[in-house]
Nanobody, 122 residues
Framework: VQLVESGGGLVQAGWSLRLSCAASGITTSRNCMGWFRQVPGKEREGVATIDSDGVTTYADSVKGRFTISKDNTKRSVYLQMNSLKPEDTAMYYC??????????????????WGQGTQVTVS
């Protein structure tokens, strides 16, 4: 399984970014995918998940601002981030786990990880 993120960058508060995750070796239509983020010195935290049927969950801190989606034909997962805040600054990771339903958004529940893409909000 390989997950490759893209789309991070440096933006101003209030702007938007769209992260992409290209998956290989795992079928997004039949497994759980998620986005996590981490800042230095802090634990990695779950941001959003999407299961095989497209059911989504979000961390309270991003509800109403972030949207997770996927394109099964492209084996890709996306994170649309609107109204970005400085506290959203972090390395963002795409993650995957076998199974149609998503487990709790704890890092130890997910099997596969991308290399991360940095998001910085000034």
């Amino acid at each position: 399984v390989q997950l490759v993120e893209s789309g991070g960058g440096l933006v101003q508060a209030g702007w938007s970014l769209r992260l992409s995750c290209a998956a290989s070796g795992i079928t997004t239509s039949r497994n759980c995918m998620g986005w996590f983020r981490q800042v230095p010195g802090k634990e990695r935290e779950g941001v959003a998940t999407i299961d095989s049927d497209g059911v989504t969950t979000y961390a309270d801190s991003v509800k109403g601002r972030f949207t997770i989606s996927k394109d099964n034909t492209k084996r890709s997962v996306y994170l649309q981030m609107n109204s970005l805040k400085p506290e959203d600054t972090a390395m963002y990771y795409c993650a995957a786990v076998w199974g149609r339903l998503c487990p709790p958004p704890r890092p130890d529940e997910y099997h596969y990880w991308g290399q991360g893409t940095q998001v910085t909000v000034s």
